[in-house]
């Protein structure tokens, strides 16, 4: 059977795992969910993924996972070079940490704004099946999270050229990810504040993966 994402050009989760399949060099098929027409709530993708959201990846077995970390826990083992979770026991605990930095201070900080702020997602404050109501407070303390993060960020890489271990890991992919999508809310580094963060944007953009 093929593997199948189902996708997003325009949202950042989906880039999340399309990097990931990029980087392992795993082929697949794709198929594009159209989120601002609100595809994800209908019946047919239902079928798909009852939570609604995208990513969302078919095996070659059958089986469908329906969120990043099942997709990342799945590519890992399916194609295990490059590793992309860390090779060594202390690499892979520094690897969960800041990639779980990177989704919860950094990603989840940008949705906060938008998503409790937007007047296109009036209603829709949550990804997901339930409809919940915008509070503007949560935009404001995204924004604090989100700068408080980039700051974080600049300061870990003052001496490392990648986030977390010696190598490339799913921690770059979701801070990268997270850093461009910033921009939805008019937030971009700055070359004062940020001069380390920049530099390690401008490697990874080297990497052919990270177009995408």
């Known amino acids: 059977m093929t593997i199948t994402l189902y996708d997003c050009a325009t949202a950042p989760s989906p880039r999340r795992a399309r990097i990931l399949l990029a980087e392992k060099d795993i082929a697949h098929e794709t198929v594009q969910v159209d989120l601002r027409a609100g595809e994800q709530l209908g019946q047919a993708f239902r079928a798909i993924n009852p939570l609604c959201t995208v990513p969302a990846l078919r095996t070659d077995e059958g089986a469908m996972l329906t969120d990043n970390a ?9 194609r295990p070079d490059p590793p992309l ?11 969960a940490s800041w990639h779980w930095r990177a989704e919860f201070e950094g990603l989840l ?12 997602m009036a209603g ?3 990804p997901g099946p339930v409809d919940y109501a915008q509070i503007p407070a949560l935009a404001e ?20 050229t990648f986030v977390a271990g010696e190598r490339f890991s799913v ?14 809310v008019k937030v971009k580094p700055d070359a004062g504040l940020h001069p380390n963060l920049l530099r390690w944007r401008e490697l990874l953009a080297q990497r052919p993966a990270m177009a995408l």
């Open 70 to 78: 099942a997709i990342i826990a799945w590519a890992e083992a399916f």
């Open 85 to 95: 979770l860390g090779t060594t026991p202390l690499d892979k605990a520094e690897v």
């Open 109 to 120: 900080a940008v949705a906060e704004v938008l998503r409790n702020s937007s007047p296109a």
């Open 124 to 126: 829709r404050a949550l």
């Open 141 to 160: 303390r995204g924004m604090q999270r989100l700068q408080q993060f980039l700051q974080a960020l600049d300061t870990r890489l003052a001496d490392r």
């Open 171 to 184: 921690a770059d992919i979701t801070a990268a990810v997270a850093v461009d999508f910033a921009r939805i």
